[in-house]
């Protein structure tokens, strides 16, 4: 099964990830984030971001495949 946005990136955004990030970028915006992917990816791999703590190496995944799956909504 292909991962979509609103069933399975947008929720693993918390509301606390939202808030932070409004004034760059909309973490619950299917638009925003698929515009911001490589930058999102490459915090969550490096660890950087959430600025609270690293995801865990399966989360990363489950999104690194829905960006190689060409991000569906
Ligand atoms: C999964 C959740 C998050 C993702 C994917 C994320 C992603 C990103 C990305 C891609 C940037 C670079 C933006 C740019 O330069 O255009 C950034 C910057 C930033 N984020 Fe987040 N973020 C998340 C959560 C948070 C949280 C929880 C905080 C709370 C402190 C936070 C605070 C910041 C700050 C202060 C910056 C600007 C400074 C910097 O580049 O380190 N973010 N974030």
């Known amino acids: 099964m292909t991962a979509t946005f609103e069933q399975d990136i947008k929720p693993l955004f918390r509301e606390r990830d939202r808030e932070?990030?409004?004034p760059v970028f909309d973490l619950w915006s299917h638009d925003e984030v698929v515009e911001n992917a490589d930058a999102i990816l490459e915090r969550?791999?490096?660890g950087?971001?959430?600025c609270d703590g690293a995801w865990p190496d399966e989360q990363v995944a489950i999104f690194?495949?829905?960006v190689e799956a060409g991000t569906p909504a």
């Open 20 to 22: 932070s990030m409004k």
């Open 44 to 46: 969550l791999r490096n």
């Open 48 to 50: 950087t971001m959430p």
């Open 64 to 66: 690194e495949r829905w």
